[in-house]
């Protein structure tokens, strides 16, 4: 891999661009290189942040894909919670209360042969897959990832794509217009520099700048209720629980959510349902111990909180002269997609792309809309 930072190291042309590095994008680029094509990934993130765990499941059809890049394995070892740990989802009063009911085999998870996939699920946040992603990446030298810069649209030309790349936001956030212009009254105009590629793949997440310059817009349903994600450390919280083990305790009460184990380590996550950002760590801890009902007096440490609204999106159309890639799948959350498991075969469809006679024929996938747009439908219903 030839690893890079900042606008000034972007190459000037490549085979396939990739707008983001998240799992999406670098399954992507992986792909491509195990087939002899040479990509760039472009992504804001210098480092994978761990208090942002996102998807905390890998499922079995993600884990298959995995493995035949080799990295099965690899993703099993990284993870702190293995699927001999727990395959259950337990709904409960608390997690010293009464457990209600146990669902076995939840999320795609086997200790021994998962019976529809040659790989099963696999418990592991979404970050630790990325850092095995990357440890990846870098091993192939037809990748070059480009770091500190991030996608700002995209358009055609006569022998492809042109992927429009800038700056990443700076420390406070704020993200430069597309296409040039200023960041603020007065400030001078934006670098954007151009990427030339065959193909685009946006990787860029659910509010993603290539999409939305493709003019494809994003429709569906928005669940009524906001959720509330916390991550924090907790020492006594493990001896406390009373209810068996589970990947994840569903808690029916006055506080309503979702609480499991990160690592064996004291790291755990919780997402609350219906609650709004308190904006404040000590009402967030107090939430978490209304929510665990093991005492007033847990320690609770917030390492990290994130609020969302699950959503249910899918692109009202795919014809673009850019690969489909994640906005092609239903995006559950304008801040995290809970399609990392769902958008990786889209770089396999590439490859098909650049295997045949068509790779020297650049041009629009026009073909999207008809033969993937009603896969990607269905997810939402389940």
């Known amino acids: 891999m030839t690893a890079a930072h900042g606008l000034a190291a972007l190459p000037e042309s490549t085979a396939v661009a990739i707008a983001g590095g998240g799992p999406s994008g670098m399954f992507a680029a992986l792909s491509l290189a195990r087939a002899g094509i040479a990509s760039v990934i472009v992504e804001p993130r210098t480092q994978v942040d761990r208090l942002r765990p996102r998807a905390k499941t890998t499922n079995a059809r993600t884990m298959t894909l995995l493995r035949g890049l080799g990295l099965a394995e690899r993703i099993r070892a990284a993870a702190a919670l293995p699927v001999s740990y727990s395959q259950d989802v337990v709904f409960c009063t608390g997690l010293a209360g009464y457990e209600l009911r146990r669902f076995h085999g939840a999320f795609q998870l086997a200790q021994h042969a998962y019976g529809p996939a040659p790989e099963c699920g696999q418990q592991i946040p979404q970050p630790v897959v990325e850092e095995v992603l990357r440890e990846a990446v870098a091993a192939e030298a037809l990748i070059t990832f480009v770091t500190g810069v991030e996608a700002r649209g995209v358009r055609a030309d006569a022998l492809g794509a042109v992927l429009m790349v800038g700056a990443a936001a700076g420390p406070a956030g704020q993200v430069p217009p597309a296409h040039g212009g200023t960041a603020a009254s007065g400030a001078a105009a934006e670098e954007v520099r151009e990427l ?36 924090f450390r907790s020492r006594l919280l493990r001896e406390r629980v009373r209810i068996p083990d589970a990947v994840q305790w569903w808690v029916v009460g006055e506080r309503p959510g979702m609480i499991g184990q990160l690592d064996q380590d004291g790291t755990w996550w919780t997402i609350l349902q219906g609650c709004d950002d308190p904006h404040d760590d000590a009402v967030a801890a107090d939430f978490v111990r209304e929510l665990a009902g093991v005492g007033a007096d847990l320690d609770v440490d917030v390492l990290a909180s994130d609020p969302w609204t699950a959503r249910m999106l899918l692109a009202d159309h795919y014809t673009s002269p850019a690969a489909c890639s ?24 590439t490859i098909w792309r650049g295997r045949s006679p068509r790779w020297n024929r650049a041009g629009p996938i026009r073909n999207c809309s008809t033969a993937m747009r009603p896969n990607g439908a269905r997810w939402p219903r389940g």
């Open 196 to 231: 030339r590629a065959r193909f685009v793949i946006g990787a860029d997440g659910g509010s993603s700048r290539v999409r939305k310059s493709l003019g494809l817009s994003l429709a569906g349903t928005s669940a009524p209720r906001p959720n509330f994600n916390i991550v």
């Open 326 to 349: 994640s906005w092609a799948t239903p995006r559950t959350s304008t801040r995290r997609g809970a399609g990392t498991g769902s958008t990786r075969a889209w770089g396999t469809r």
